[in-house]
């Protein structure tokens, strides 16, 4: 079994000492969905949404809380973060986000492209609750990372 980074050899929980790591250009993509009404998707489409522009607002959210994953997830490190996009495409009966973090640091930003993602989707709910509260968020994950000693990675096609 691997051992687990995390966690110091009394089994206690720790944050993960990276200061002897060499700094890379890391990048993670992650994606997810939320299916809806087709009444909560014309008016996210038609711009008719109550509370105003959907993907504005769940753009700015999502690159929020990519800078904010080191306060939100107890043993992330906080990154000094290069760049983070969010971006939407529709599907049917959903729309689906995908974010995009990057950097050159010493770990990891996969949890940063995951949040994103995930807090544009919890912010469209927040959005369209008001035409459909029965909106699902589901398939949250990490499509591909690159950099660092693990190099890289892609999701195996769903």
Same mark, same amino acid.
């Given at each position: 079994?691997?051992?687990? %980074?995390?966690?110091?050899? +009394?089994? #206690? =929980?720790?944050?993960? @000492?990276?200061? #002897? /790591?060499?700094?890379?250009?890391?990048?993670?993509?992650?994606?997810?969905?939320?299916?809806?009404?087709?009444? #909560?998707?014309?008016?996210?489409?038609?711009? @008719?949404?109550?509370? &105003?522009?959907? !993907?504005? *607002?769940?753009?700015?959210?999502?690159?929020? =809380?990519? /800078? $904010?994953?080191?306060?939100?997830?107890?043993?992330?490190?906080?990154?000094?973060?290069?760049?983070? %996009?969010?971006?939407?495409? !529709?599907?049917?009966?959903?729309?689906?986000?995908? +974010?995009? *973090? +990057?950097? %050159?640091? /010493?770990?990891?930003?996969?949890?940063? =492209?995951?949040?994103?993602?995930?807090?544009?989707?919890?912010?469209?709910? @927040?959005?369209? $609750? #008001?035409?459909?509260? &029965?909106?699902?968020?589901?398939?949250?994950?990490?499509?591909? /990372?690159?950099?660092?000693? +693990? &190099? @890289?990675?892609? *999701?195996?096609?769903?």
């Amino acid at each position: 079994m691997t051992k687990l %980074t995390h966690l110091d050899e +009394s089994g #206690a =929980a720790r944050m993960v @000492d990276v200061g #002897a /790591k060499a700094e890379t250009a890391r990048k993670a993509v992650a994606t997810g969905r939320i299916r809806m009404s087709p009444e #909560a998707l014309a008016a996210i489409r038609d711009g @008719d949404v109550p509370k &105003g522009d959907v !993907f504005a *607002a769940a753009r700015i959210a999502g690159i929020m =809380a990519a /800078k $904010k994953t080191g306060e939100l997830i107890p043993l992330c490190h906080p990154l000094s973060l290069d760049a983070v %996009t969010v971006n939407f495409t !529709f599907e049917e009966g959903a729309v689906r986000a995908t +974010s995009t *973090a +990057s950097l %050159t640091g /010493k770990t990891g930003i996969e949890m940063e =492209a995951m949040t994103a993602t995930s807090i544009a989707l919890l912010t469209i709910y @927040d959005m369209a $609750k #008001a035409i459909d509260k &029965g909106m699902v968020i589901e398939g949250v994950r990490l499509l591909a /990372k690159s950099g660092g000693k +693990s &190099g @890289d990675w892609h *999701a195996p096609e769903e």
